[in-house]
């Protein structure tokens, strides 16, 4: 399983602002680790993501819907699809990743991973990911760790979920012309979107049971993330 990696600069982008002045405070050598660390472990998280949520199935059933689902150029992606589109081709993961609130033996465990030269997501490595990433996802907003809502993208209600969630994204082309007319296009844009409709509740009936957190379905466009080289 292939999963990208990013540089400090990309981190820097998507990193949430309660973190973001962190990161831009460190040294050199401080960054190139932390960032060493932070790819590793979102590697195996979203290799684990993945492997119990059976998300290339699902992204299957969108390539075989006979919808016409044009897939979303790399040089257009925003950084979280870009992690996953070397397996995916609709879905991705949209949480932020904090591998600053591993404790110490969990940091020393990550180094390994690193220092051996291992992103393989073994039965150690699931048990690592399963024990840890409900706290690297949490978005502690309040700073008090209570559960609330906030936005997950652009401030709209459209991208609102809970701040313990695992958010999954989904994009396409949503507006590729395909050579159609415009009520060609909007009879084919109308079945999409009833599709997908129906594919969302299908995941959140039989995904509810599979993590220990919310799961939150978000559909972006590109008028609703930044990309890649932005």
């Known amino acids: 399983m292939k999963i990208k990696k990013i540089n400090i600069e990309e981190l820097k982008k ?3 602002n309660i973190d973001k002045q962190t ?15 932070y790819n590793m ?13 059976h998300l290339k199935e699902y992204d299957k059933k969108i390539e075989d819907s006979g919808l016409n689902f044009e897939t979303t150029k790399e040089e257009d992606m925003d950084i979280y699809q870009y992690f996953s589109s070397d397996e995916l081709k609709y879905f991705y993961i949209r ?3 904090h591998i600053e609130k591993l404790n110490e033996e969990e940091e020393k465990y990550l180094q390994q991973k690193i220092n051996n030269n291992n992103s393989e997501l073994d039965d150690e490595a699931q048990n690592f990911i399963q024990n840890t990433y409900e706290k690297i996802i949490f978005e502690d907003v309040l700073k ?8 997950y ?14 958010v999954l994204g989904i994009r396409y082309d949503e507006f ?23 594919l969302f509740i299908d995941m959140h009936t039989k995904l509810k049971e599979k993590l220990n957190v ?17």
């Open 14 to 16: 998507i990193h949430s």
């Open 41 to 53: 472990y979102r590697g195996l998280f979203t290799k684990f993501i993945l492997q119990e949520l």
């Open 176 to 198: 590729a012309d395909q050579g159609l007319n415009d009520d060609e296009w909007d009879e084919l844009h109308n079945k999409q979107i009833e599709f997908l409709g129906e």
């Open 153 to 166: 993208g652009p401030d709209s209600r459209t991208f609102m979920a809970p701040n313990n969630a695992l």
């Open 23 to 37: 990161i831009e405070d460190m040294t050199k050598e401080e960054q190139d680790n932390y960032l060493l660390r």
């Open 214 to 230: 919310p799961i939150s379905i978000l559909k972006y466009t590109r008028y609703s993330i930044r990309k890649l080289e932005q």
């Open 95 to 97: 949480n932020n990743i």
């Open 144 to 151: 008090n760790g209570e559960i609330c809502t906030i936005t």
